[in-house]
């Protein structure tokens, strides 16, 4: 479903209230939810909306858990850093456990240490969730459901860190991947949830502005095979719910 705003602020204000009421319908569900953060500049005014008096005594930030969806290489204090801009923009201004900050660790040696770790993490986490919801064991090694995804687009059709061309869309087992540097802006080297574990999601919100993008979405709409053979977005078919909130201006 895409839904179309004059503006990033409009759509914003859209997305906070999803968040909202996904947050609460998890929690009443089963006690807990998960979100996962998307990087980037565009999703800024959608946290700090969120944080705001009004919109956060709403959320029931003491049982929210909250992922990244990708994290560039570079030290969590970074300006580009996708924490860095989360943790500003929401995280710092809101009662959210610190157990419940679920951050891509940038201090390994090397990204593939970093990917390799997140991923342990995410699947003991579920693990120990599911457990506690008494669910079979053997859900260990299944692709979980995150209650909620948020991502954004770039130009070049590239959502998280997944590129155009990357081999890395191709993945099928791994849950998280380190993707080369050289690629986006800043041309470092990355993070990145795979395409198998996003798609796991119940619910996927993608927040994108301006012209270029929306012609990309057009694309993807109007010609879905050959959009995923161009643009990794247009990959992203998961299993529950898909929202494009589109606005015209930035």
Request: aromatic share 8%.
């Amino acid at each position: 479903m895409v839904r179309e705003f004059v503006n990033i602020q409009q759509a914003s204000s859209a997305a906070v209230k999803h968040i909202i009421n996904i947050a609460g319908s998890a929690v009443r569900d089963k006690g807990f939810c998960t979100i996962v953060l998307a990087g980037g500049s565009t999703p800024r005014e959608t946290y700090e909306l969120l944080s705001a008096d009004a919109y956060a005594e709403q959320m029931p930030w003491q049982q929210s858990h909250f992922f990244w969806g990708d994290e560039r290489w570079l030290p969590p204090d970074h300006p580009d850093s996708n924490y860095c801009m989360a943790h500003t923009a929401l995280l710092s201004r809101v009662m959210v456990p610190a157990n419940n900050i679920h951050q891509i660790t940038t201090v390994h040696r090397t990204p593939e240490i970093s990917a390799d770790l997140y991923e342990k993490h995410l699947r003991d986490f579920f693990y120990l969730m599911n457990r506690a919801s008494q669910k079979n064991d053997a859900e260990k090694m299944t692709i979980p459901g995150f209650d909620l995804v948020l991502l954004g687009m770039g130009t070049d059709g590239h959502t998280a860190s997944l590129f155009p061309g990357s081999h890395l869309l191709e993945e099928k087992t791994k849950w998280v991947v380190a993707v080369p540097a050289g690629i986006g802006s800043p041309p470092v080297a990355r993070i990145t949830l795979t395409l198998p574990l996003l798609n796991g999601a119940k619910n996927i919100i993608f927040l994108i502005s301006g012209k270029r993008k929306r012609a990309l979405l057009d694309t993807i709409l109007a010609r879905p095979a050959e959009a995923k053979a161009l643009y990794p977005a247009a990959r992203i078919k998961p299993g529950g719910t898909l929202l494009w909130l589109a606005a015209r201006e930035g």
